[in-house]
């Protein structure tokens, strides 16, 4: 389950804390913070049991729970013999 990445910026914003200040509330760097913000990197368990801490969040809240978009239908595997097939319902 992805890292929810929009609830650690709203929370920032929403307290007007700079990048710097809300990565010191949490005890990381202000350029993890800004990964972290950004979906480029994945806290540990522990930096999310600290941003919980500072954000006062359930560490379930700090994991995406939102339904993702589905992924489009597939028609299945292609294969040779469903090619003969259809080129012979063609050629008929």
Not at 14 to 29: D, L, N
Not at 52 to 79: F, H, I, V, W, Y
Request: aromatic share 6%; charged share 25%.
């Amino acid at each position: 389950m992805p890292f929810a990445k929009d609830k650690l910026s709203l929370w920032r914003r929403t307290k007007g804390f700079s990048q710097t200040q809300a990565a010191e509330k949490i005890g990381v760097t202000q350029v993890y913070y800004s990964q972290l913000e950004n979906g480029k990197r994945t806290p540990s368990l522990g930096v999310l049991e600290n941003i919980a801490e500072a954000t006062c969040l359930n560490l379930s809240d700090l994991m995406q729970t939102a339904n993702p978009t589905p992924p489009p239908p597939t028609r299945g595997k292609r294969t040779a013999k469903g090619a003969r097939a259809r080129k012979e319902a063609v050629s008929e």
